[in-house]
C-alpha cells in the first residue's frame, strides 16, 4: 500500500464528517431547548401571565383546542401557543369588544384534550368569520381575575390613549 503524505484518508474524512453532522443537529437541538424555556421565562416576566387553552368557534364546528399562555397588556389580551417559536402574540384579542356569552365546566361534547380542572368561557370578539367567538379553558381563579379584567375597561373605550383623549 502506497501512502501518499498530505492526502487526506477518505475514510477519516467521512467519519469527521459525519460526526460534525451530529454535532450540528445536537447543538440545534439544545438550543431549541434553551430558547423554548427562555421564551417561557420572558412571557411570564410580565404581570397577568396564566396556562390557557384556546379555540375559535366562529366557524360551522369549533376548532380543535391549543394549549398555550395568556397575558394581559394594556386593552388586549395575547394568546401564545406553548410549542411556538415565535415571541409575538398567536392571537390578539381587543379588549373593548370583547363580551361573554357564558361559562360552563367542560363536558365531554367539548372533546378537550388535556385534563383541565376548571371552566369554559365563551367570548364574542368583535372580529369577523372563524374569530369571531372563542372559547377559553381556564381555572377558577383566572376566570375570576378574565372577567374583572375585560369588564373594568375604561368608560369609552380602551383606545383612549391611542386617540390622545389623555393630555
Not at 112 to 135: C, L
Request: net charge positive.
Amino acid at each position: 500500500m502506497v501512502v501518499i503524505s498530505g492526502m487526506p484518508d477518505v475514510v477519516s474524512w467521512g467519519l469527521d464528517r459525519r460526526a460534525g453532522v451530529g454535532v450540528s443537529i445536537l447543538a440545534l437541538v439544545v438550543l431549541g431547548i434553551v430558547w423554548f424555556f427562555i421564551r417561557q421565562r420572558l412571557l411570564v416576566k410580565g404581570r397577568g401571565a396564566f396556562i390557557c387553552g384556546l379555540r375559535t368557534c366562529g366557524g360551522d364546528k369549533p376548532g380543535p383546542w391549543m394549549l398555550g399562555m395568556a397575558r394581559y397588556v394594556p386593552g388586549r389580551f395575547e394568546w401564545y401557543r406553548v410549542l411556538d417559536p415565535r415571541l409575538a402574540p398567536t392571537i390578539v384579542l381587543d379588549r373593548g369588544p370583547l363580551s361573554f356569552v357564558e361559562h360552563h365546566h367542560p363536558t365531554r361534547d367539548d372533546a378537550m384534550p388535556f385534563s383541565v380542572d376548571g371552566e369554559i368561557v365563551t367570548v364574542t370578539t368583535g372580529r369577523p368569520r372563524r374569530a369571531a367567538t372563542v372559547q377559553l379553558v381556564v381555572n377558577h381563579q383566572t376566570l375570576t381575575g378574565f372577567v374583572s379584567w375585560a369588564e373594568s375597561a375604561p368608560p369609552g373605550g380602551t383606545d383612549y390613549e391611542q386617540q390622545q383623549w389623555l393630555l
